[in-house]
């Protein structure tokens, strides 16, 4: 991942070197048939929890997603609960009496004209926010971080959803201790300057979720979604039968982190 | 030969030639590519030795060549698919930031793309970039690419020159798939001390060459440094201003002949890339190589050549951040290479040989100044050994042919961890082995076979059919090559790269040789090629044989390519038509898709025109079909954020490239004791924006819209240097 920022950095080195312009194009581009898109989470905190379901739309059309309203939905977990979910606005599918617990493991199946797509998620210990503080960045500039104490002898996946000002901001931030077990871990996950730059007395709310692998193979890969790969694709679901989109039953601890006065840096006076 | 023109040799690459006659008198030419023909009287009444030594062209710039009986030498000689460039050549040939590179130059002849805007990198009849081999006196450069492919490693004052072989090299060459480029250094001028030099607008270079030990030998010394970063000095913003971006390196070649039976070369080549942040980031990279050279006669029929190789390629980051974190990545390989030639007779040529190659690869290292447990990926170790053989006849003074075969033995070896794999990828069984334990072994034959069928002086018919082996892939999944891409060896999950190529071709020269023209067809079957699955995690990854697949491809095409070789105005035109496809289960339903270097037309167009005895003007002119690419079929939500829904892969086509460069060429001052010019040139003279990368993002002020946005590298790029020379 810092290798990743390193090329990132150098490619804009170049480009403002090398004075490249960017420009609107129309591209006439391929359409295809509208395709199932699933997005469900189950928190270790009350319900209700949503299941919404949306199909795509082409590239050119406005950003208007037009929802499922035909589906049946049920989520069960491996200690017998089970619940059909109710429809409450259209697309969106909620819980009433179904409960997240940590360790269990809970499946979602969705039925839509005979076709059933189905995913299971296994719902991780909860960690902590140890602190949340503001440290500088070397590219120059603020970032907002967090620190937790990793679980150790198991692979820890993490979710870092922030809101500020009570407005979730877009992205995905996850991370994981698969190739080292950290004691502890430092997390980036947001600039001052974001757009708009942060001001004193900005709240900013942090929810740190522990995911599963299949949901964090499916935001890590979400996030790819750049142009610099030679070959984008879909991120990786974890629901079968070709559906987009993600099932996730996580654990999930909330911070709230108040945006400080700027520091003084000592500057020439003249 | 005058006295029988039908008689002739070539020299090897390292000027030995044999030629078997009755005996009498003789008038025999000797000639090079740019450089002056010479001719000498000889009375051969026993075995003689003659030596020639040519004088380079640039005195005589201007003049008519004289003519001689081999100019059609593209009619006549054993070999297709292979394009030859000689370094004075190219200079008048205008590229960006007036850089001259052979890397870019090639690129303008047919059947050798461009992999970028700018780019050194270069895809053959459909290969990918990591299926050229790339040699530099006989030593691998495995990242011939400075400040991410925007110049080439290759120093032109330091080159000599350069062959590339499209597929169907000789069996001498192996390991790659698409072709061999073999470039030659400079061996310096043993009769002066003399220096030349030149001064840009981004990089300076500087090159001193001369006899050494009483004329029996040479030496040369070339160095070349850009200072692209003082721009950036300029900068207000503190984060560009306190940043290193450069690259420098060094060529140096001295060679010296023992006795007339034997002759050393010493050559080696050192570069580096150097980027930073302040002192809170860093990345460097480069290469380094030597080769030691021993050229014997064991007698006037039987030359033997061995080297001694050694070549190194490696980056490493650096990142101050409260700790310091250091990444190291590596290959390394020591080589020793045999080469036989027994002249049997004028026409008729054995070549024999081996290679053994020690291959290590460092995938990643990361060391820190604080006490966290930081992992190392395994090193990764191979031996590659492989011996040749072909044999050159001519059954008449028409048909002739070479034919031969390469075995290849590729090992993988310990010490390390080996894994096998489920279907999804995840390591199911770990294997230790211990240090020289080979793991797996895959034995290659490589048959290479050439025919030449000459219809009369100016035309003739050649077709040849030639396998290649690649044993060591790039693992790579940016538009353009980075330096932390990675090579893998063949392994017990990495099978070998295979090539099958049959190609026809007709050639035919007009006007007394004054021009040149050819047309080749060829098709080619791939096996075991490599792509990722989506999502593919490959950087870092200790499993990373866990995110390949593996496929199939092919590729086929015509190239046309019509040459003026001598006169005031000399040029080319290249044309290709081709199609390039790959095959993966996992990918577009199994069917063949076009892979991204695939391109319908390619044209290129360069011109140069003498003017007078000071000016010389050029220009060339490219145009080709955008990249096979992965563009959106549409676009969902999640989060709140919008994602782009892929269906096919390269199911959609980049805007098609093209662009107009030229050039000046004043000569200021030519004495023999001090030459000096100027070169000016201007890229994308008519500023074409051409597409460098596409991507697709919400509209800023209108979230509901989605646009895709072109990002334009280079138009109008104006640059000039001073030359010299004393």
């Known amino acids: 991942m810092r290798k990743n920022r390193a090329l990132l950095f150098t490619i804009l080195l170049i480009a403002v070197l090398l004075t490249s312009c960017q420009k609107v194009i129309q591209l006439d581009l391929n359409t295809t048939i509208p395709q199932l898109v699933i997005q469900g989470d189950i928190y270790d905190e009350p319900g209700p929890y949503v299941v919404n379901i949306t199909k795509t739309v082409n590239f050119d059309q406005s950003n208007v997603f037009p929802p499922v309203t035909n589906a049946t939905v049920t989520v069960t977990d491996n200690e017998g609960q089970s619940e059909e979910l109710s429809q409450a606005t259209p697309g969106n599918y909620v819980t009433s009496t179904l409960k997240g617990i940590v360790g269990r493991t809970y499946t979602l199946k969705v039925t839509i004209d005979e076709k059933t797509y189905t995913s299971v998620s296994t719902m991780p210990e909860a960690v902590e926010i140890d602190t949340i503080y503001l440290k500088k960045s070397f590219y120059?500039?603020?970032?907002?971080?967090?620190?937790?104490?990793?679980?150790?002898?198991?692979?820890?996946?993490?979710?870092?959803?922030?809101?500020?000002?009570?407005?979730?901001?877009?992205?995905?931030?996850?991370?994981?201790?698969?190739?080292?077990?950290?004691?502890?871990?430092?997390?980036?996950?947001?600039?001052?300057?974001?757009?708009?730059?942060?001001?004193?007395?900005?709240?900013?709310?942090?929810?740190?979720?522990?995911?599963d692998h299949g949901v964090f193979e499916y935001f890590r890969t979400a996030n790819r979604d750049g142009g610099h790969s030679t070959s984008p694709a879909n991120p990786v679901s974890n629901i079968t039968n070709g559906a987009l989109g993600y099932f996730n039953a996580c654990s999930v601890r909330k911070k709230v982190f108040i945006y400080p006065e700027e520091k003084q840096t000592p500057t020439a006076v003249n | 030969m005058k006295e029988l023109?039908?008689?002739?040799?070539?020299?090897?690459?390292?000027?030995?030639?044999?030629?078997?006659?009755?005996?009498?008198?003789?008038?025999?030419?000797?000639?090079?590519?740019?450089?002056?023909?010479?001719?000498?009287?000889?009375?051969?009444?026993?075995?003689?030795?003659?030596?020639?030594?040519?004088?380079?062209?640039?005195?005589?710039?201007?003049?008519?060549?004289?003519?001689?009986q081999r100019k059609n030498d593209n009619i006549t000689k054993l070999e297709m698919g292979v394009q030859k460039l000689d370094t004075k050549d190219i200079k008048n040939i205008p590229v960006l930031f007036g850089e001259k590179d052979v890397l870019k130059t090639i690129q303008l002849l047919p059947g050798i793309k461009s992999a970028g805007e700018g780019s050194s990198g270069f895809n053959v009849r459909g290969g990918a970039v990591d299926q050229n081999l790339i040699l530099l006196d006989e030593a691998t450069v495995y990242n011939a690419s400075h400040l991410m492919g925007f110049f080439s490693v290759f120093n032109s004052d330091a080159i000599k020159d350069i062959s590339v072989y499209k597929g169907n090299e000789?069996?001498?060459?192996?390991?790659?798939?698409?072709?061999?480029?073999?470039?030659?250094?400079?061996?310096?001028?043993?009769?002066?001390?003399?220096?030349?030099?030149?001064?840009?607008?981004?990089?300076?270079?500087?090159?001193?060459?001369?006899?050494?030990?009483s004329d029996k030998g040479s030496f040369i010394v070339s160095a070349r440094r850009t200072y692209a970063d003082l721009f950036l000095k300029l900068s207000k913003d503190t984060t560009f201003n306190q940043a290193q971006l450069y690259f420098y390196d060094i060529n140096a070649k001295a060679n010296y002949k023992i006795n007339s039976n034997n002759r050393v070369f010493l050559s080696g080549y050192f570069g580096k890339d150097v980027l930073g942040l302040g002192n809170t980031f860093g990345i460097n990279w480069g290469n380094s190589t030597g080769t030691l050279r021993w050229n014997h006669l064991f007698s006037d029929r039987l030359f033997s050549n061995t080297s001694l190789i050694f070549s190194n390629y490696d980056y490493r980051i650096n990142i101050t951040n409260g700790i310091e974190l250091n990444i190291i990545s590596r290959i390394q390989d020591f080589s020793i290479k045999q080469d036989f030639e027994f002249f049997l007779g004028s026409n008729n040529t054995i070549k024999f040989g081996f290679n053994a190659i020690h291959h290590k690869i460092i995938p990643g290292v990361i060391t820190a100044s604080s006490t966290v447990d930081m992992k190392t990926l395994t090193n990764k170790f191979a031996w590659e050994n492989s011996f040749y053989v072909s044999h050159q006849y001519s059954f008449s003074d028409k048909f002739s042919m070479e034919y031969g075969a390469r075995v290849s033995a590729f090992s993988s070896m310990g010490p390390g961890n080996f894994y096998t794999y489920d279907s999804l990828g995840a390591p199911v069984d770990t294997t230790y082995y211990k240090a020289g334990k080979l793991v797996k072994t895959?034995?290659?034959?490589?048959?290479?076979?050439?025919?030449?069928?000459?219809?009369?002086?100016?035309?003739?018919?050649?077709?040849?059919?030639?396998?290649?082996?690649?044993?060591?892939?790039?693992?790579?999944?940016?538009?353009?090559?980075?330096?932390?891409?990675?090579?893998?060896?063949?392994?017990?999950?990495?099978?070998?790269?295979?090539?099958?190529?049959?190609?026809?071709?007709?050639?035919?020269?007009?006007?007394?040789?004054?021009?040149?023209?050819?047309?080749?067809?060829?098709?080619?079957?791939?096996?075991?090629?490599?792509?990722?699955?989506?999502?593919?995690?490959?950087?870092?990854?200790?499993?990373?044989?866990?995110?390949?697949?593996?496929?199939?491809?092919?590729?086929?095409?015509?190239?046309?390519?019509?040459?003026?070789?001598?006169?005031?105005?000399?040029?080319?035109?290249?044309?290709?038509?081709?199609?390039?496809?790959?095959?993966?289960?996992?990918?577009?339903?199994?069917?063949?898709?076009?892979?991204?270097?695939?391109?319908?037309?390619?044209?290129?167009?360069?011109?140069?025109?003498?003017?007078?005895?000071?000016?010389?003007?050029?220009?060339?002119?490219?145009?080709?079909?955008?990249?096979?690419?992965?563009?959106?079929?549409?676009?969902?939500?999640?989060?709140?954020?919008?994602?782009?829904?892929?269906?096919?892969?390269?199911?959609?086509?980049?805007?098609?490239?093209?662009r107009l460069d030229i050039g000046a060429t004043w000569i200021v001052?030519?004495?023999?004791?001090?030459?000096?010019?100027?070169?000016?040139?201007?890229?994308?003279?008519?500023g074409q924006e051409n597409a460098y990368t596409i991507t697709f993002q919400n509209n800023e002020d209108d979230p509901s819209k989605t646009e895709a946005i072109q990002t334009t590298l280079f138009r109008f790029v104006p640059s000039f240097s001073y030359n010299f020379k004393f």
């Open chain 1, 140 to 211: 120059g500039g603020g970032l907002i971080a967090l620190d937790l104490i990793n679980p150790p002898n198991k692979d820890n996946y993490y979710q870092v959803i922030h809101l500020v000002n009570g407005k979730q901001i877009p992205g995905f931030s996850v991370f994981g201790d698969k190739s080292t077990q950290f004691e502890s871990i430092s997390y980036s996950f947001m600039t001052t300057s974001a757009t708009p730059p942060l001001v004193a007395g900005d709240s900013i709310k942090v929810w740190l979720e522990c995911i």
């Open chain 2, 5 to 68: 023109s039908s008689k002739g040799t070539a020299s090897n690459t390292y000027g030995f030639y044999s030629l078997t006659l009755p005996t009498g008198q003789y008038q025999i030419t000797a000639q090079y590519m740019g450089y002056k023909p010479e001719i000498q009287q000889i009375d051969l009444s026993e075995a003689r030795k003659i030596d020639f030594l040519l004088e380079s062209h640039e005195n005589a710039l201007g003049e008519v060549v004289v003519t001689s």
């Open chain 2, 170 to 213: 000789p069996a001498e060459y192996g390991g790659r798939l698409s072709s061999a480029l073999d470039i030659k250094m400079n061996d310096g001028n043993n009769k002066k001390i003399s220096v030349n030099g030149g001064i840009g607008l981004i990089s300076s270079r500087l090159t001193v060459e001369g006899p050494l030990l």
């Open chain 2, 442 to 658: 895959y034995i290659n034959i490589e048959p290479r076979v050439t025919f030449n069928y000459i219809l009369n002086q100016q035309s003739s018919v050649k077709a040849s059919y030639s396998r290649n082996v690649q044993n060591l892939h790039l693992i790579s999944n940016s538009t353009s090559g980075n330096p932390t891409d990675l090579w893998i060896p063949s392994s017990n999950n990495v099978k070998p790269e295979i090539a099958d190529q049959v190609s026809l071709g007709y050639y035919r020269n007009f006007n007394d040789n004054m021009y040149e023209f050819s047309a080749e067809v060829y098709y080619k079957y791939l096996q075991n090629q490599i792509d990722y699955k989506n999502g593919a995690e490959l950087n870092f990854n200790e499993n990373v044989e866990s995110q390949i697949l593996f496929g199939s491809g092919r590729a086929y095409g015509l190239e046309l390519f019509l040459k003026k070789k001598y006169g005031r105005f000399n040029g080319w035109i290249s044309y290709d038509l081709s199609r390039t496809e790959r095959k993966f289960e996992a990918i577009n339903n199994g069917s063949y898709y076009p892979a991204r270097q695939d391109r319908t037309h390619d044209i290129s167009i360069v011109g140069m025109y003498e003017l007078s005895k000071r000016w010389i003007l050029s220009a060339t002119w490219v145009y080709n079909t955008g990249n096979a690419v992965t563009f959106p079929s549409g676009k969902y939500e999640i989060d709140g954020k919008t994602i782009m829904l892929y269906s096919l892969r390269n199911a959609s086509r980049m805007p098609a490239y093209h």
């Open chain 2, 669 to 686: 001052k030519k004495t023999p004791k001090f030459e000096s010019s100027w070169t000016f040139s201007l890229y994308n003279t008519y």
